[in-house]
């Protein structure tokens, strides 16, 4: 069931999320940014580290909600099959983030989120941490050094475990856990409908009474390219309800795609960062994208629009080109976005290098 655009309004408009009929106008997102400490973020000597999001614990210490899989393996598919939802903590925003533990392990594959978990997002409502990620199951034997998938997204396994993938949210007194998993997704794929295959890609934007706007990620095949919805809940427990039964953009170029969202409050209204995947949007393949919205539900992209580059400027003045940059995630203090966390990787596409989590300051 989708919502109707007055009810859309009613939503975005009423009570604590009262924020005005637009997004306030500032300066480009990208002149936010700061160069990004050469010692800062997370990285872990064997694994690949990806999708970072960072909250103040209740110690007054910094906690990387990060997810991780083993280096030895190509990292297409395997962050399909292989990923698990650790943490990490540091004295300071910035890093270095040393690793915690895992907080999100495989559970048995009679569980929706059984054999693999990704996509963390951490949020806090009152005294309850949210945990929304990916989560997905598959049959047969997990792949290892030794046995290995095949590169890429195409066999048995990797199908399977992509068509699997669905929302989920856990839940915690302390930044320390335990965590309490669902033992169902909180949204579902709609066969006949644009997000048929699966959801995923989080990004949750809590409001003060205890609502969720809910950015996802889906495809109506396989082979399609990807398109970002959005649901609300009128409480993080759910039930979460589409705001309407179309993606969120649309392009005139059929080739423009977009994954990665990140969303936030705004003084007006909505902000969101994403991932321009062939660079149609801001002109840079693999960049990101920053836009604008009164209500969850309608969406501008702002001019101009690129959000950050795969290029980044570092604190003694050297800059680095990456592979990938990608599942930008903010952290908010006081209202205000203080530092980007993006995941990087190097290497050729498909198999990469090495990936790690890097810290960017803002100013704005």
């Known amino acids: 069931m989708s919502i109707r655009r007055r009810d859309i309004l009613l ?7 009262a924020q005005g009929r637009r997004a306030r106008p500032g300066k480009p997102f990208i002149d936010c940014l700061q160069p990004a400490p050469v010692d800062g973020g997370f990285r872990m000597e064997g694994w690949r580290t990806w999708c970072p999001s960072v ?4 110690d007054g210490r910094y906690h990387m909600f990060a997810s991780r899989w083993p280096l030895a393996l190509a990292c297409d598919p ?5 990923s698990e939802v650790v943490r990490a903590a540091a004295d300071r925003p910035q890093g270095p983030y040393r690793f915690q533990e895992v907080v ?4 048995g594959d009679k569980y929706w989120d059984g054999r693999m978990t990704h996509n963390p997002t951490i ?17 047969g034997p997990t792949p290892a050094v030794g046995r290995a998938l095949p590169s890429g997204y195409g066999s048995k396994v990797a199908i399977e475990a992509r068509a699997n993938q669905r929302i989920g949210l856990a839940t915690a007194k302390s930044v320390f856990g335990p965590w309490v998993r669902r033992d169902a997704p909180i949204l579902l794929p709609r066969p006949g409908k644009w997000d048929a295959l699966m959801t995923t890609n989080p990004a949750p934007c809590v409001v ?4 969720v706007l809910l950015v996802y990620k889906s495809t109506r095949h396989r082979t399609d390219l990807l398109r970002m919805g959005a649901a609300r809940a009128k409480h993080f427990e759910g039930p979460y309800e589409r705001l309407s039964d179309d993606e969120i953009f649309t392009f005139k170029d059929p080739k423009i795609h977009v994954e990665d969202t990140y969303v936030w409050r705004s003084g007006d209204g909505f902000e969101l960062l994403m991932k321009d995947m062939q660079g149609g949007i801001c002109g840079e393949p693999g960049a990101g994208v920053h836009a604008t919205s009164p209500d969850g539900a309608n969406w501008t992209i702002s001019d101009p629009p690129k959000a950050y580059s795969r290029t980044i400027l570092y604190s003694d003045g050297s800059r680095k080109t990456y592979t990938r940059v990608e599942r930008p995630q903010l952290l908010i203090e006081d209202g205000r976005p203080t530092f980007l966390f993006l995941g990087v990787s190097v290497g050729p596409e498909g198999q990469r290098g090495e990936s790690w989590n890097i810290a960017v300051p803002l100013k704005c």
Do not use: K, M, V
Not at 104 to 107: E, Y
């Open 11 to 17: 939503w975005a408009t009423s009570g604590s999320l």
């Open 55 to 58: 909250i103040r614990g209740e």
């Open 78 to 82: 395997h962050w399909l099959t292989n």
């Open 104 to 107: 999100l392990p495989p559970r």
């Open 123 to 139: 949020h806090r409502y009152g005294d309850t941490y949210l945990l929304f990620y990916t989560g997905t199951t598959y049959s």
């Open 208 to 211: 003060p009474d205890g609502g």
